[in-house]
């Protein structure tokens, strides 16, 4: 059975949406790093088995990297457009705080101590903003 989520989850959801691109980019670096580094150890392939060198051929690694690295262009002209979006509409909140409550915590990425801390108010202060902000944030 569907779950139906509430508006103020499909708010966390968007607003969530600026960092998973940042992952997804770490993730495929990650992944452009591990495709060199069995470049320069081609003796050994991932199944960890001893082959030959397999230098001559390097059409296919050339092909795999520029694939990863496609792709890491793409994600990260995502994230730009999906900061940009989220910035502009975190920006339309009336109450400077509730601006910085979102942008700390789903920009940032910042625990709701670093935000209360970074703001002088109590971590029960940060929740109550938190919820003002998202009553009042329009992603539609």
């Given at each position: 059975?569907?779950?139906?989520?509430?508006?103020?989850?499909?708010?966390?959801?968007?607003?969530?949406?600026?960092?998973?691109?940042?992952?997804?980019?770490?993730?495929?670096?990650?992944?452009?790093?591990?495709?060199?580094?069995?470049?320069?150890?081609?003796?050994?392939?991932?199944?960890?088995?001893?082959?030959?060198?397999?230098?001559?051929?390097?059409?296919?690694?050339?092909?795999?990297?520029r694939e990863k690295?496609?792709?890491?262009?793409?994600?990260?002209?995502?994230?730009?457009?999906?900061?940009?979006?989220?910035?502009?509409?975190?920006?339309?909140?009336?109450?400077?705080?509730?601006?910085?409550?979102?942008?700390?915590?789903?920009?940032?990425?910042?625990?709701?101590?670093?935000?209360?801390?970074?703001?002088?108010?109590?971590?029960?202060?940060?929740?109550?903003?938190?919820?003002?902000?998202?009553?009042?944030?329009?992603?539609?």
């Amino acid at each position: 059975m569907e779950q139906i989520k509430t508006e103020n989850e499909q708010k966390k959801e968007y607003l969530r949406g600026y960092r998973k691109h940042g992952r997804k980019i770490k993730r495929i670096e990650e992944e452009i790093d591990e495709i060199r580094n069995m470049k320069m150890y081609p003796s050994l392939n991932n199944d960890g088995m001893p082959h030959g060198t397999g230098q001559s051929d390097l059409s296919g690694y050339a092909a795999e990297l520029r694939e990863k690295e496609d792709e890491l262009y793409v994600e990260g002209v995502e994230q730009v457009k999906k900061f940009n979006d989220i910035t502009f509409k975190i920006n339309q909140l009336e109450n400077e705080d509730e601006r910085d409550v979102l942008f700390y915590r789903y920009i940032r990425g910042k625990q709701w101590w670093e935000i209360a801390n970074a703001m002088d108010y109590s971590e029960r202060w940060i929740y109550e903003l938190h919820g003002r902000a998202l009553k009042n944030l329009k992603i539609s």
